[in-house]
């Protein structure tokens, strides 16, 4: 008879630190993402709101490349494919005479990107290791040049959404995303949904078994998991949830081009989750809002800003091999009342034990 998951087995974002400071982390941030656009009320602040808007979108692309590298073990390094066939679709689909129906281009968009992933992933699924990671940028590659080299979507000149859509919302008068505050809000919406959805995703018995391949897959497949199923399902559910930031970009900005499905764009997604923390939801929305954030304001120091952001992101990774969302726990390791209690130097000498002999059973 074939095992079944331990259901005790936590998240990996809750071994990392305790579970009421991941829930004040939470709820800190929260309260800052809802009191901003009722600070930056001025129309001198628009820019900002938009901004703030743009970082949450990468957000919701760093969760979803988060689900498959920090939770399934699949380093894909051409995650930028489902981001950009979502917003072409949105993009083609959204119609020229007026605004479209918002939730129909969702559901469009969603489905786009769910089956590019459905395919590529049936595929490049039978590939291990560095295989896996070049294979998937090949496909990437693909639809960039798709794009770039035919005229689907306007070629290298990229196509544009001439209307916004418009989203009906239980009131007669729809819900229009040409106000950057109202957009704001859908966006911080569709984030917080994203999080709770991965969440309850990766605390059932699918997420759990994902962690279990993550860890060790022969094992896994031995105990009677069919794992390629399991990895398909999280490579899609990754696929839509990128679809997902791709269609809200495409309206953020009412214009798509070839270059959002480069690899440099899967680069960035890749970069924002190593520099927040690999296997933590809150890391991978730590580090969209650095990066971003980080480059907006190195862009306005010099021409030449890709090279402080390479020297922050080495530093960053020196300093915190775990990531951004491993701070408090570096600080509380290295406060001085820690240090001076033996029983609490007894409780990290055991931690640090049980995180080596954990780190040793994933590498056998």
């Known amino acids: 008879m074939a095992m079944q998951p331990n259901s005790s087995t936590p998240p990996l974002q809750d071994v990392r630190r305790p579970g009421w400071l991941a829930a004040l982390g939470w709820i800190l941030a929260l309260a800052v993402l809802c009191v901003a656009p009722l600070v930056l009320t001025a129309d001198s602040n628009k820019f900002y709101i938009e901004l703030l808007s743009k970082v949450m979108i990468m957000a919701i692309f760093a969760l979803s490349l988060q689900l498959l590298i920090g939770y399934t073990g699949l380093v894909s390094l051409g995650h930028a494919a489902y981001f950009a066939v979502a917003a072409y679709a949105t993009a083609m689909l959204a119609p020229e005479g007026g605004a479209g129906n918002g939730w129909l281009l969702l559901l469009g968009a969603l489905a786009a990107a ?12 039978r590939t291990r290791g560095v295989y896996f990671i070049m294979v998937t940028l090949a496909f990437a590659q693909m639809v960039y040049f798709v794009f770039h080299d035919t005229k689907i979507a306007g070629g290298s000149d990229g196509t544009y959404i001439y209307f916004r859509p ?11 995303v040409n106000d950057p505050v109202q957009f704001y809000w859908m966006v911080l919406v569709a984030l917080i949904l994203t999080v709770v959805a991965l969440a ?15 860890h060790n897959e022969q094992r896994m497949r031995a105990a009677g998991y069919a794992t390629y199923r399991y990895q398909l399902g999280a490579f899609v559910a990754g696929g839509m949830f990128a679809g997902l930031a791709g269609y809200l970009y495409a309206i953020q900005f009412g214009f798509v081009n070839p270059e959002i499905a480069s690899w440099h764009q899967s680069g960035n997604a890749m970069l924002m ?15 969209a809002f650095s990066f971003v954030l980080l480059a907006e304001w190195f862009s306005t120091l010099t021409k030449h800003w890709q090279l402080l952001m390479g020297g922050f992101i080495i530093l960053a990774v020196a300093l915190l091999p775990r990531g951004l969302v491993s701070v408090p726990a570096v600080l509380r390791h290295r406060s001085p009342r820690r240090k001076g209690n ?21 590498a056998t």
């Open 342 to 362: 033996g029983a609490g130097a007894g409780k990290d000498a055991a931690g640090t034990n049980a995180e080596t002999n954990a780190r040793s059973r994933e």
């Open 114 to 125: 769910a089956a590019l992933a459905l395919v590529v992933g049936a595929l490049v699924l």
């Open 200 to 214: 309850v995703l990766l605390r059932s018995r699918f997420g759990h078994a994902l962690v279990g391949i993550r």
């Open 273 to 287: 989750v190593i520099l927040g923390g690999v296997g933590s939801l809150a890391g991978a929305v730590l580090g």
């Open 166 to 176: 418009e989203f009906q919302v239980f009131t007669d008068r729809p819900l229009t």
